[in-house]
T-cell receptor, first 113, second 114 residues
Framework: GNSVTQMEGPVTLSEEAFLTINCTYT??????LFWYVQYPGEGLQLLLK?????DKGSNKGFEATYRKETTSFHLEKGSVQVSDSAVYFC????????????FGQGTRLTINP | EAQVTQNPRYLITVTGKKLTVTCSQN?????MSWYRQDPGLGLRQIYY???????DKGDVPEGYKVSRKEKRNFPLILESPSPNQTSLYFC?????????????FGAGSRLTVL
């Protein structure tokens, strides 16, 4: 089946620290991979995506590389800000034309000044 | 402003009292979907709709109904709510060409069933 596993949270960092949130997946076929972010009191927003192996998605200083050999899509940012505090969800769609996103459990990130 | 609007945002109700959570989008999206978010479980799909009058079950459809009579609206109906339906609900939409990939989410509806 299709599933996504994220590192357990919550994660607390100081401003300007390096961030990694681990994400691994299990999928049949050729999934597309995503990171969504949920700020307090809001719905989820697409942060970045990658649709094939070795693709790198990037946005707002965040990056993630689609690693087929390790079935991973880890989220990284070189220098986090207080405004990055949110819940981050890794997700996949199982293949072309798939009609749902399969989400990980979410990782709550808190950045302290 | 392009958006998905859900109502109500917060609701406390009692077991067995029928309720409807409305969802409306102004982006002319064909695809719409409902998810529930529970701690430690992420988001799970309840129902989705490819277009008007076309709906299908997601992973956790039990206890829910939906309808898609108009392209912009996709209400979620709980005919007889139970406490295990206490959750945070999200409606989302996207263009059909992108399938479920690039979803625009509503702000969420927090439901408590006593």
């Amino acid at each position: 089946g299709n599933s996504v596993t994220q590192m357990e949270g919550p994660v607390t960092l100081s401003e300007e620290a390096f961030l990694t949130i681990n994400c691994t997946y299990t999928a049949t076929g050729y999934p597309s991979l995503f990171w969504y972010v949920q700020y307090p009191g809001e719905g989820l927003q697409l942060l970045l995506k990658a649709t094939k192996a070795d693709d790198k998605g990037s946005n707002k200083g965040f990056e993630a590389t689609y690693r087929k050999e390790t079935t991973s899509f880890h989220l990284e940012k070189g220098s986090v800000q207080v405004s990055d505090s949110a819940v981050y969800f890794c997700a996949l769609t199982p293949g072309q034309g798939a009609q749902k996103l399969v989400f990980g459990q979410g990782t709550r990130l808190t950045i302290n000044p | 402003e392009a958006q998905v609007t859900q109502n109500p945002r917060y609701l406390i109700t009692v077991t067995g009292k029928k309720l409807t959570v409305t969802c409306s989008q102004n982006m002319n999206h064909e695809y719409m979907s409902w998810y529930r978010q529970d701690p430690g479980l992420g988001l799970r799909q309840i129902y989705y709709s490819m277009n008007v009058e076309v709906t299908d079950k997601g992973d956790v459809p039990e206890g829910y109904k939906v309808s898609r009579k108009e392209k912009r609206n996709f209400p979620l109906i709980l005919e007889s709510p139970s406490p295990n339906q206490t959750s945070l609900y999200f409606c989302a939409s996207s263009l059909q060409d992108s399938g479920a990939n690039v979803l625009t989410f509503g702000a969420g509806s927090r439901l408590t069933v006593l």
